[in-house]
Every structure is written in C-alpha cells, then in structure tokens.
C-alpha cells in the first residue's frame, strides 16, 4: 500500500507537535480525516445546505439525494439487506441506546437475563444496568481470560432460554481482541437470544457482512472510520425495527399528527426524529468510499504489518508488558511498564509529538480483571508507518529512563 | 516563625524554572521533586482524603496550627507528584486568609497550566480546590470562636 501518498491526503499529519512531527497514534479513540472529507463537509455547507425530506427546492433535493445516498453507501459498507436497515445515529453509545430504551424495555421483563463481556465499553454496559435496574433483569458477563480473549466455553453456560440479548463487543477498544463473532451469535440464537454487535473498532478494521454474520442489531460511529464526529449507523434487521416502538418523538419520525393520534412514520425515518446531522451523514460517505476505495484487505495488510513490528520492537524494551495476547487481534497494543504510572509515560510522550492514550480507556472491569490502573494504548491506522513505531520506541526509552 | 509569603515563594519557582531551555530539563526537575515529596502514611490514604481523577489519583491532608495550615498529599503518577509538591511548598504554613487569595499565577508562568486544564484525567485541579475548601473551613471555625467570645 502506498502509505506515502495516503499519508499526503491527510493534512493534519504535517502538523508539528511541541516542536516535534506529529505521531498520531491514538487512531482506537478517533481517526484523523482525508482531505475528501473534509470537503464534503465544506462542499455541502458551501453549494447545497437546506434541510431534507420536505423541501421542494433545488437545495433541499441535492442535500436529501446527498443524505440518502450516504445510507445506501452505509448499506453497502456493513452487507445489510435493505436501506431502511440503517439508522443514522450520533454513534455507537447512541445506537446501543437506542436498542435498549426501545427493543429492549419491550423485550425484556423480570427475570430475564442480558449477557455481554468483560471487555465492554461502558457504553455497552451502562444502557443495559439502567435496563435491567428498571425491569428487575439480570445482566450476564462473559469471563476473560489472560490472553485477553473471551472464554468462550463459559460464555455457552450463561446461555439459557431466560437469555433474551447476547450485547458485545466486536473488537475490543482497550486489547484489539477480535471476538469470534459468528459463534457467539450462532450460539445466542440457538438459545433464542437476540444479538447486539458494538462495532466501534471494528467498522474501521474488519470486513463487516451483518448478513453472513446474522447478528440482530450492528452499530458504529463515523469519527473511528475517517468520518466526521456526530453521525453513526445503527443497523437492525427490518422486522425488529418495525416491530420496535419508537425512540424519540418529533418531526421527521411522523406520518400524520393529530391532537388524538400520531402515526409513525416507517423506516428508517421512524428513528431519526429531528433534523438529522446531514452535513456530517454527508461526509461519513466520503469517509466509507475512501476506505472502500482504498481496499480493506490493503489496510489491514498494511496495519497487520504494523501490529506485528510494533509488538516486537514493543516487547524487547525492559519492564514493559503487553495487556492482551489474543490470537487475533487488530492494530492495537496496550501495554503497561514496571513501577511507571500509565499518565507520566503519556505526559512525556506527548512532549515528544507522540500522540497515544494511557487510561482505563473507558473499561474500567477489564482494567480491574488485570489489575492494573489503566494502560498505556497506541492504535495504528492505515497512514501510520514504521518509522513512526521506532520514534515512539526511541521515545519510550527516553521517558522510562526520565521516570526511574 | 518566619515564612515567606506566598508570592516570593511563587516568584522562586518561577525563576528556578527560568533556568531550564528544554522541556526534558522542566520534567526531570517536577519528576525530582515527585520523588523527594514526603511520604504520606498509609493511615491517611483514606477514601475521604482521596480526589480522584479519571487516570491517576490524589490524597490529599490538611492540619490547622496556630492560625497557620500544614498540608501533606500523595499521588500516585510521579508528574503529579510533582506538581503537588511545588503546591505544597508555596501554600503550606501559611494563614487561611493567604491560601485563599493566593493567585497560583506561577502554574501558568512555568508552563504547566495544561496539566489543570486535564481536569478529568489527574484531579490537580481539584486539589488545589480542595486546598482553598480547608482554608476557608478553618476560617469558618475561627470566625466562629471570635463570635462566642
């Protein structure tokens, strides 16, 4: 992959840092944007901003074919079959949201179990405690192990016919672990559960087909795919959809509204109350192209590639542990060092131009499972490249011997 | 006892890091000073002495002698640490009525203003919070003792 020419089409790479290259490596928490897109975004404020749907005007024409070509873009991107699937969103927390205030308060009763993993997100936990506080359920966790992969014979004996929702994560944020997606929803089925996927990392990474892989509801966020912040997808299959009841009432989500009686519009429009975020929905097509552009397989070669060199080069440095070993994993390393708190290591990383993130990377039980305050995490996307991989090495023996 | 007041005490730091040209040298220096800050015992990192940031952690102690306010705190990142212990310096033994005027410009003069503005990650700012919290307290109680006199 030409890395060279793919770095040139995002502008912020050539920023200096405290006097330094910037190296961004903190690509789990957001990606940094190609040039394309952000001109979508100046392009449609600049020649067709209007409001969609409704208008019968030229503007509002070009922005609603603009906003509903990004959901079929969105359709093709995830494999879904239809595109009333696909609900634009804030992000991910808002499509996890959106399936528990709905799908899941008419769903789930006293009793009833939800399982997800140790390795969610609080946005995956969060929404279901609240669920299962306000119906009497119980919430499930899959156990993980020391590799940092989900163990998953453990997770086919919480399975019982009480299992109403199976919600994990697809890749996860603080390890990089790729979870056997196909066998925990095979399984959740099987037991007549339904399947949440929260696919904030691995939207970016991975192929993602949510028909192959069958899973009920699907959600990402743009910001972590190269688009902009404030638009995610959440995708579900059409006969939930239209057999859930609505989220949020207001304009866009109605068909006729009386004093009496509202009747809902149908999907997907049911679900985006308001006027949606076009400018950003825009642009996260921009984003999706790119990426499908660019090619999948040619991204994940190139950051394999990367994980693989930095886990080496990370691994011969004294003191320094590596928190997640699974076999599978994305470009991603978290590691931890000897007697160092996670924070001063990014304090003077960051004085070096090294942008990584240290933390409980917002899952503090998997942080608790290892037993450790949080990590220090470099993410690495399809414009990073070796040279930056032996700065932060460089970098990292500087800060240890600052620190000890 | 004779101490000096806050802003000479500020003024110092402010010229001891006047002497650094590289960031390495600022670092090292708040790094030295995390590592020689006097230990805080283990019976006073209590949950109620704690202020907890998203990252690392602050303990933080206040006693209240002759008019004047002794603090002790701990943390447990080295840079904090620090920071901590130059706060101390400039604030500790002074009177309630000081430590809530004092400006704490000198954070700013020696560039280090961003390490209060990471307010959710390292609880610094709260702590000098906390810090002003004490002061005004002991001045409650004094107040208070005037008044039944």
């Given at each position: 992959m030409a890395t060279l020419d793919l770095r040139q089409q995002f502008p912020i790479l050539s920023r200096m840092v405290k006097g330094k290259p910037l190296v961004y490596f903190d690509n789990a928490a957001t990606a940094q944007k190609p040039q394309r897109v952000i001109d979508a975004l100046t392009h449609y404020y600049t020649h067709y901003n209007a409001n969609i749907h409704r208008g019968i005007h030229t503007l509002a024409e070009e922005a609603t074919a603009a906003y509903e070509a990004a959901r079929h873009t969105a359709q093709e991107f995830i494999g879904a079959a239809a595109p009333e699937e696909i609900i634009f969103t804030r992000g991910t927390t808002e499509g996890i949201n959106l399936v528990a205030y709905t799908w899941g308060r008419q769903n789930i009763g006293a009793g009833d179990e939800i399982i997800i993993s140790g390795m969610e997100h609080h946005s995956n936990i969060v929404p279901w405690q609240i669920l299962c506080e306000e119906k009497g359920a119980i919430l499930k966790v899959i156990p993980v192990n020391d590799n940092g992969e989900l163990a998953m014979d453990l997770y086919r004996s919480l399975l019982s016919n009480k299992t109403k929702l199976v919600s994990v994560v697809h890749v996860s944020n603080s390890l990089g672990t790729v979870n056997p997606v196909k066998e925990i929803i095979d399984a959740a089925h099987r037991a007549g559960a339904r399947v949440l996927l929260d696919g904030a990392q691995s939207a970016v990474h991975m192929d993602i087909d949510v028909q192959a892989i069958n899973c009920d509801f699907f959600a990402f966020s743009g910001h972590k795919v190269y688009g902009?912040?404030?638009v995610g997808v959440l995708y579900g299959k059409k006969e939930l959809l239209e057999s859930m009841p609505v989220f949020q009432g207001g304009g866009e989500m109605i068909k006729e509204v009386t004093f009496e009686k509202t009747i809902y519009n149908d999907l997907p429009y049911k679900y985006e109350a308001g006027t949606p975020n076009i400018a950003d929905t825009i642009a996260l097509k921009a984003a999706l192209d790119f990426i499908s552009e660019t090619g999948k397989q040619q991204i994940r070669d190139h950051e394999n590639e990367l994980l693989a060199y930095a886990t080496a080069q990370l691994q011969a440095i004294p003191g320094l542990t590596i928190i997640g070993?699974?076999?599978?994993?994305?470009?991603?390393?978290?590691?931890?060092?000897?007697?160092?708190?996670?924070?001063?290591?990014?304090?003077?990383?960051?004085?070096?131009g090294i942008a990584v993130r240290t933390g409980h990377h917002c899952t503090q039980p998997l942080m608790a499972r290892f037993g450790i305050p949080g990590t220090i995490r470099a993410s690495f996307a399809l414009y990073n490249q070796k040279e930056e991989i032996d700065a932060l090495v460089t970098s990292l023996h500087k800060t240890i011997k600052m620190l000890l | 006892m004779d101490i000096k007041p806050i802003k000479d005490i500020e003024k110092d730091i402010i010229e001891d890091f006047g002497l650094f040209d590289s960031w390495e040298d600022k670092y090292e220096y708040i790094i030295d000073m995390g590592k020689k800050?006097?230990?805080?015992?283990?019976?006073?990192?209590?949950?109620?002495?704690?202020?907890?940031?998203?990252?690392?952690?602050v303990w933080l102690v206040a006693s209240y002698e002759d008019g004047r306010i002794f603090f002790k705190a701990d943390s447990d990142a080295v840079i904090v640490k620090g920071l901590i212990s130059m706060l101390i310096r400039v604030l500790s033994g002074h009177t309630p009525a000081?430590?809530?005027?004092?400006?704490?410009?000198?954070?700013?003069?020696?560039?280090?203003?961003?390490?209060?503005?990471?307010?959710?990650?390292?609880?610094?700012?709260?702590?000098?919070?906390?810090?002003?919290?004490?002061?005004?307290?002991?001045?409650?109680?004094?107040?208070?003792?005037?008044?039944?006199?």
């Open positions: 902009p912040t404030g070993n699974a076999k599978e994993k994305v470009s991603l390393v978290s590691f931890i060092i000897k007697d160092i708190h996670p924070q001063d290591v990014g304090v003077l990383l960051d004085n070096q | 800050l006097a230990v805080l015992e283990d019976e006073h990192k209590l949950d109620e002495n704690k202020i907890k940031g998203c990252q690392s952690t000081e430590i809530i005027e004092a400006r704490l410009d000198f954070i700013g003069e020696i560039g280090m203003m961003t390490h209060l503005a990471q307010t959710r990650s390292n609880g610094l700012l709260s702590m000098i919070k906390q810090m002003k919290n004490y002061a005004i307290a002991f001045q409650a109680i004094d107040n208070q003792q005037i008044d039944h006199k």
